[in-house]
């Protein structure tokens, strides 16, 4: 891992460098600029209020905050898995005439994802806010859940990435795949409230963004301690195939080039 640790502090400027191109990119034919990035989910957060408290008067604490927290996460992971399968193929022009790690344009990704997230946040603050959430340190949690969000998203995207190379359908077959993930990971209904118990339970070991989303609701908004041994197992998982994704591409750079 010493090569990866040492080519992420040769690209870091490049990966920055590119994450704000994007980011300015998407707003080249923007009236309102970078105001877009906190509008939009702010628009969004008015949609849910309006569909979960009039239209389906859902009486969960913190309705529209408990939607926006599970949205918000939700979205970076799913979006970074399903940009991944073809991030190759869309830098194929750029890969085939320098050297870069790999990862790298996975990184850049990331970062463009990571900083939309971190937008998000401001609705969010408002949310809580107007519901009057109390401050607790168990709101500190939310640095180490995050941080699992991202080594996870990293380690699967690793492995999408390389295998999105050689095989065409896999962003559809991911997609079918993630679209099941979603409704089983409680992004719009609590899980411990709605299903049985034991049922909710296996749901949390097995399915790690039940678990993320369920612990970010639980720092953000419900001052409740962190599942410390289940946060951490899952940890440990997505360190591994962090590991298992970046030794994979490096041992494959040299075929991509001759598939692409």
């Known amino acids: 891992m010493k090569r990866f640790f040492d080519d992420l502090k040769k690209y870091r400027g490049y990966m920055t460098y590119a994450a704000m191109a994007q980011l300015k990119a998407e707003l080249a034919n923007s009236w309102l600029g ?15 209020m309006f569909v979960f408290t009039v239209v389906f008067q859902r009486t969960t604490t913190y309705v529209v905050a408990f939607i926006v927290v599970g949205l918000t996460y939700w979205r970076f992971f799913n979006t970074t898995v399903i940009s991944s399968i073809t991030l190759m193929k869309r830098y194929r022009a750029v890969i ?5 790690p790999k990862f790298v344009l996975l990184g850049s990704a990331m970062l463009v994802n990571g900083f939309k997230l ?7 603050i408002v949310l809580m806010v107007y519901y009057q959430v109390p401050l607790s340190l168990h709101m500190l949690a939310i640095i180490p859940v995050t941080a699992v969000l991202f080594l996870l998203t990293f380690g699967v995207s690793c492995l999408c990435m390389h295998v999105g ?18 409704y089983i990971s409680g992004v719009f209904y609590p899980i411990n409230e709605m299903l049985e118990e034991s049922v909710a339970r296996s749901i ?13 609701r639980n720092a953000l908004l419900y001052a409740q301690s962190c599942q410390w041994e289940v946060l951490g197992l899952w940890a440990l998982v997505a360190v591994l195939l962090s590991i298992w994704g970046v030794t994979v591409i490096y041992k494959s750079e040299s075929r991509y080039i001759k598939v692409l």
């Not at 970078?34 to 849910?48: F, I, R």
């Open 34 to 48: 970078g105001l877009w990035w906190v509008l939009e989910p702010t628009l969004n957060m008015l949609v849910y």
């Open 96 to 100: 085939s005439k320098t050297y870069i």
């Open 118 to 124: 971190l937008c998000s946040y401001a609705p969010l």
């Open 165 to 182: 190379v050689y095989l065409e359908d896999l962003q559809k077959l991911m997609t079918i795949a993630l679209q099941m993930v979603f």
């Open 204 to 216: 949390f070991v097995f399915n790690p963004m039940a678990m993320i989303l369920y612990e970010a």
